[in-house]
C-alpha cells in the first residue's frame, strides 16, 4: 500500500507498512509459549525449585515484560521486538510536519517522544491487556464445557457467601458476556488495520486511538539518541567500564533482549520444522546409504561354537560321548551347563544347530518362526512349552534330577538366559 500512497502524492517514508506491524505482533506473540515451553522442560528436571513458578507463568510473564518493556519505552521509545524491527512509539499529530521533521528530526522526537504518563498508557496496553485477556481465554475455556451439562453445574448455590456471589457473576460473565466482547475486539481490529491499510487512520490497532499514540519507523535521530545513551555525559566522570558493574551489567542485558530473545524464538522454531519435517529423514536416509554396517554379533553363540570345535577335535570315546550328548543322544555334562544364580544349580539347555533352519530344540525344520529375546529362532511350539516347563524333553530329563538340574523353565533353550516376560516376551517372524 505504500505504492497506492506515493500515487496520491502524500508518501510518508516513516509510517511503517501494515505488514511490519503484523510481523512484530507474531513475533511478541511468541514469547509466552516459547519462554512457558523452556520453563516447563527445566520443570521436568527440577520441579522442587520451578514448579510454582510454572503454575504462576502468567503472573511472572507479566511482571517481567513490565520491567523490560518500561525500560525500552523510557530508552528506545517502543517495545523490544518493535525495536527488533526498527519502530518506535511517540505521540499522535492531528497533522502531519513533514518539513519540521525532515529539516530539524532532533527537535520534532524530543517533542513527540513519549512523557511518562504516555509510557503508563502504553504500558497498560502492552501488558495488562494482554495479560487479562490470556486470563479470560483460560476461564472460558474452562467454563463454557460446563454449562453443557446442566443447570447443576451454572446454578447459584444456595445460601451462597460474598465471595460464591462474586465467583456466580464471573462465571456467568464469562458464559454468556464475554464471547461478543472478544469477537467485537477482534472485529475492531480488523476494522483497523484494514483502514490503516488504505491510510484511512493513523492507527492500526483501537487502543492506540484510544491513548493517542502511533507507530512509526525510527530515523537517524532515534539512533543518534540510542547511542548517546551508552556515552557518558558531559560534566561526569566515566564510569567503570566492567561487565559486573550494576549501573552497567542492567543496561546492557536488558539492551541486549531485542536480539536475543527474538533470534532464540527463530532458532527454536526452525529446531520444531527441522524434527517435524521429512527434510531431515530424507537427509538422514541419504547419509546412510553408502555405510556398510558389520553383521550383528550374538553374545554367547561364539563361545558356543568355540566349545563344539574344541570337542569335534577331542579323539577317542570321550570325544564320541560328547558329541552324542551335544546332539541330544545322550545327557548333558554338568561342567558344560550354565549355572543358576540363586539355586546354583546347572541349567538344562540345547546344542545349537550348525544348519539355522532347524529349530535347535526339535531339530527339525523351522515351524512358526519365533525368535526369543537372546536372538536364537525356533518353533513356536517348542519355545512356548520350553518357557513353560512342559516340553516332552525337559520332562524326560528332569524325571529323575529334580532338585540336581533345573529345567529351563522361563530360560533360552540354548544360552540359559533368563526370559523376560515369559511366553509374552517371544516375537513370532514374518518370512
Known amino acids: 500500500m505504500e505504492f497506492v500512497t506515493a500515487l496520491r502524492g502524500n508518501f510518508d ?15 511478541n506473540s511468541l514469547l509466552p ?19 510454582r513458578a510454572l503454575n504462576s507463568f502468567d503472573e511472572l510473564y507479566a511482571l517481567a515484560m513490565l520491567l523490560v518493556e518500561r525500560h525500552y519505552l523510557r530508552t528506545r521509545g517502543g517495545s523490544f521486538t518493535e525495536h527488533f524491527y526498527g519502530l518506535k512509539r511517540e505521540k499522535a499529530l492531528h497533522a502531519e510536519i513533514p518539513r519540521a521533521a525532515a529539516t530539524a528530526p532532533g527537535i520534532v522526537r524530543e517533542t513527540l517522544k513519549l512523557s511518562e504518563k504516555d509510557v503508563w498508557k502504553n504500558l497498560a496496553v502492552m501488558v495488562a491487556i494482554p495479560y487479562l485477556k490470556r486470563k479470560l481465554d483460560e476461564s472460558h475455556e474452562i467454563e463454557a464445557p460446563r454449562a ?17 456471589r462474586i465467583m456466580h457473576y464471573y462465571k456467568w ?3 454468556n458476556v464475554y464471547p461478543s466482547i472478544h469477537a467485537a475486539y477482534y472485529f475492531s481490529i480488523i476494522v483497523f488495520n484494514l483502514a ?18 502511533r507507530i512509526r519507523r525510527m530515523n537517524s535521530a532515534d539512533f543518534q539518541a540510542i547511542e548517546a545513551l551508552s556515552k557518558p555525559k558531559p560534566g561526569h566522570a566515566p564510569a567503570s567500564t566492567s561487565i559486573f558493574n550494576p549501573r552497567t551489567m542492567g543496561p546492557k542485558l536488558l539492551g541486549s533482549l531485542s536480539v536475543l530473545l527474538p533470534t532464540s524464538i527463530f532458532a527454536l522454531k526452525f529446531l520444531e520444522w527441522w524434527y517435524a519435517s521429512d527434510f531431515a529423514k ?34 577317542g570315546e570321550n570325544a564320541e560321548n560328547n558329541d552324542e550328548r551335544e546332539k541330544g543322544a545322550g545327557p548333558p555334562l554338568a561342567e558344560n551347563a550354565p549355572i543358576a544364580t540363586p539355586s ?15 529349530c535347535p530344540i526339535c531339530e527339525d525344520a523351522i515351524t512358526t518362526a519365533t525368535a526369543c529375546q537372546t536372538g536364537f529362532v525356533y518353533c513356536y511350539a517348542c519355545i512356548h512349552k520350553w518357557l513353560e516347563g512342559t516340553h516332552t524333553r525337559q520332562e524326560e530329563f528332569m524325571a529323575d534330577k529334580a532338585g540336581k538340574w533345573e529345567s529351563g523353565q522361563g530360560r533360552c533353550a540354548v544360552t540359559g538366559r533368563r526370559v523376560l516376560g515369559g511366553t509374552e516376551g517371544l516375537r513370532r517372524i514374518m518370512v
Open 13 to 27: 517514508d516513516q509510517k511503517p507498512s501494515l505488514f511490519e506491524l503484523l510481523s512484530e505482533q507474531q513475533l
Open 33 to 51: 509459549p516459547t519462554l512457558r515451553y523452556l520453563l516447563t522442560v527445566a520443570t521436568q528436571r527440577y520441579p522442587r525449585y520451578l514448579l
Open 148 to 164: 453443557l451439562l446442566g443447570t447443576n453445574y451454572t446454578r447459584m448455590p444456595p445460601n451462597p457467601t460474598i465471595k460464591q
Open 173 to 175: 460473565f464469562i458464559r
Open 196 to 213: 490503516y491499510l488504505f491510510d484511512n487512520t493513523k492507527y492500526h490497532n483501537p487502543f492506540l486511538w484510544l491513548i493517542s499514540t
Open 282 to 315: 530424507q537427509l538422514s536416509r541419504k547419509a546412510a546409504e553408502n555405510l556398510e554396517l558389520p553383521p550383528p554379533i550374538v553374545s554367547g553363540l561364539s563361545t558356543l561354537r568355540a566349545k563344539l570345535q574344541l570337542k569335534k577335535g577331542q579323539h
Open 344 to 358: 546354583l544349580l546347572p541349567i538344562l539347555t540345547v546344542s545349537p544347530p550348525e544348519d539355522s533352519e532347524l
